[in-house]
Structures are given as structure tokens and as C-alpha cells.
């Protein structure tokens, strides 16, 4: 398993960052009535709305405390592993640590800087990622695996998160995957004008005999950003949130095509050429 298979883009080309890493998931939508994200008719929080059935935790201890999908007796690899939740506990653990420091604390990591950011990433990161992840920093790819706004944006509450763990097989052997769309409030704190951006995130664990996981690949795509806002930052995170169209379109579209339709299936995390992490420009305003 290749682990965090993302890739290398330069700052004068950040418009390949859903190229290569995946895109939005390109579910059919009604469209959405009301005023877009960046008028002022809009509430301070967007995503208040949202439906709670499909959005299912709101932390890292929700997202801990999901079920899991999929049965042990339906899986070969699984049939000397038994169907506790508990065998699963350390590859848990150490997935929910790694997306807890790298998408669920942008004020945290907003306050630190590039390095100590990547420390703090780091630590809660399985080993076997560890070089990947100091590769993927030096070669900009930072906005994958560090949600820290630029300023004058900040994060308005908690994420919303609709999230999915699985029972399954990778390569011949037992794995666990976590397919998760994590959206956030954000605000300029200049304009006060407010909208949201969004994650997704698939990740696909093997798993040795004691529930640990051994390796690991995670797919990321970003949604409701600006890539050249983002590449004077040096990383950080630049919210779509202007009056500009091309700004209105991408929170709009981040909206009908990301968050109306969150849950990413099995099926989507297992498929390499998964259409859930391909390429679409219309959620991610590209840097010409």
C-alpha cells in the first residue's frame, strides 16, 4: 500500500492539486435556493443546516465513537480475527489521532508555524508515514494534511463531519477504511463574509493480527478554497469568499456537490480510479 499518494505541485501550478490527489464527488444535486454563502443574508454558520443523520459526528471522539460497517463472517481475511469492535482499537486510534491533529484543529495548527506545524502533524501520524509526510511539506503539499486558515480567516465552531468506518479486505489481507467529508464555517474576519470548505478524506489500513495497522493510503481533496490564495500563503488555507463570481461559484458548488452528498461509499474507497477522489475544478477555484 503506497502511502500518502498525493502529489507534488508547485506553487505556480496549485491548479494541479485535485489532479493529482482526487477531485469532488460528482453527485447530482436539485441546487440550492437562497442567497450564496458569501452574502450577508447569510447566517454566520452555513452549515448549521445540515442534515445531522448524514453528518454524524462533530469531533474527533464522535468520529472515534462510530460504528463500524461491514461483518467479520462475511470476510475471509477476517475469519481467525473475530468481530469485536475492540480488535480494532489501535488502528482506530492511530487514524483518528493523525485526522484529529491534521483536520480538526485549524486554529491550532493557524497559530504555529510551517515546521511546528509539521511536528505537531508528525507526532500524531503512524510511523510509516512519517517520511511521506516530510516529503510532501517540503514539496508544498502542506494544504493536504494541514487545515490552518491564513489570515484574516478563521473557523467559525466545530467541523461538521459525516464519516464511515468498514470491515474490509486490501491486497489479500484484513484492513479497516475511514471514507469522511469534514467541513468548517470560515469566516474573514475583515469583510465578515461567510462560507465553508471541506475535506474529503479516504484512508485504507491494513491490519496485522493484533488490529494494528501496518501500512496505510489516504486519499485527500480539497473543496470551497482558492489555490492562488494558497500559494502566497506558503500552505495555508484561503476560503473562497469574496464577491467575485469565480468565489461564488466555488462555495456554491462546494455546497451542491460536496456536502449535499457527504458519505463516500466502500466501493469508492477500495477503487483507485474512484470517482469520489478525481479530478473537478468546480469546487476548487485553480491558479492559472
Do not use: K
Request: proline content about 7%; charged content about 20%.
Amino acid at each position: 500500500m503506497t502511502a500518502l499518494p498525493v502529489p507534488r505541485p508547485r506553487r505556480r501550478a496549485l491548479a494541479s492539486l485535485l489532479a493529482a490527489s482526487g477531485g469532488v464527488l460528482l453527485a447530482a444535486g436539485c441546487g440550492r435556493t437562497g442567497p450564496v454563502p458569501t452574502s450577508p443574508e447569510v447566517p454566520r454558520d452555513p452549515l448549521a443546516s445540515l442534515d445531522p443523520q448524514q453528518w454524524n459526528a462533530r469531533s474527533a471522539q464522535g468520529l472515534r465513537a462510530l460504528g463500524v460497517h461491514g461483518a467479520a463472517d462475511d470476510l475471509e481475511t477476517w475469519a481467525d480475527l473475530g468481530a469485536a469492535e475492540a480488535f480494532l482499537d489501535p488502528a482506530r486510534d492511530a487514524v483518528v489521532g493523525f485526522v484529529g491533529a491534521a483536520y480538526l484543529s485549524p486554529t491550532e495548527l493557524g497559530a504555529l508555524g510551517h515546521e511546528a506545524a509539521h511536528d505537531r502533524v508528525a507526532e500524531a501520524a503512524p510511523e510509516f508515514w512519517h517520511e511521506g509526510l516530510r516529503e510532501a511539506w517540503d514539496g508544498e503539499d502542506r494544504p493536504f494534511y494541514a487545515a490552518a486558515l491564513a489570515p484574516p480567516f478563521r473557523v467559525v465552531g466545530r467541523p461538521a463531519i459525516a464519516a464511515d468506518w468498514h470491515r474490509t479486505e486490501h491486497d489479500g489481507g484484513p484492513a479497516l477504511a475511514l471514507g469522511a467529508t469534514i467541513a468548517w464555517t470560515a469566516i474573514d474576519t475583515g469583510s465578515r463574509a461567510a462560507g465553508q470548505f471541506a475535506y474529503r478524506v479516504g484512508i485504507v489500513a491494513e491490519l496485522d493480527e493484533g488490529g494494528a495497522a501496518t501500512a496505510a493510503s489516504i486519499r485527500v481533496t480539497l473543496h470551497g478554497l482558492d489555490a492562488c490564495g494558497i500559494a502566497e500563503h506558503e500552505g495555508l488555507l484561503v476560503p473562497a469568499l469574496t464577491d467575485e463570481e469565480s468565489h461564488r461559484a466555488v462555495q456554491e458548488a462546494t455546497w451542491d456537490e460536496v456536502l449535499a452528498s457527504p458519505r463516500i461509499p466502500l466501493e469508492q474507497l477500495l477503487d483507485e480510479d474512484s470517482s469520489a477522489f478525481s479530478e473537478d475544478g468546480t469546487t476548487f477555484l485553480p491558479c492559472d
